[in-house]
Nanobody
């Protein structure tokens, strides 16, 4: 079974940037819709960004203009570039890949934004 592994989280000051990566153990991103979700302490998991196999993107209003989702099919990797980070962006970020009946999740990577 294909697995997803996120990395790139960490501690950053408000206004800073981070780039998250999600590596798949198989070549799925060219056929999958991929997305990033996040879950803050005490809150439900929420949608952040999505990239379809055709290249269309959409973003949560809270991150629009600050975050960018992209992929490198040759590296089996999806990225989330996060700029102008705010304390309210603090959360565990999860990568998701959906193709056919498969709906895969990574284990998450923690992003902490200090004020």
């Amino acid at each position: 079974q294909v697995q997803l592994v996120e990395s790139g989280g960490g501690l950053v000051q408000a206004g800073g940037s981070l780039r998250l990566s999600c590596v798949a153990s198989g070549s799925i991103f060219s056929i999958a819709a991929v997305g990033w979700f996040r879950q803050a302490p005490g809150k439900q998991r929420e949608f952040v960004a999505r990239l379809t196999s055709g290249g269309s993107t959409n973003y949560a209003d809270s991150v629009k203009g600050r975050f960018t989702i992209s992929r490198d099919n040759a590296k089996n990797t999806v990225y989330l570039q996060m700029n102008s980070l705010k304390p309210e962006d603090t959360a565990v970020y999860y990568c998701n890949a959906h193709f056919g009946p498969a709906n895969l999740w990574g284990q998450g990577t923690l992003v902490t934004v200090s004020s």
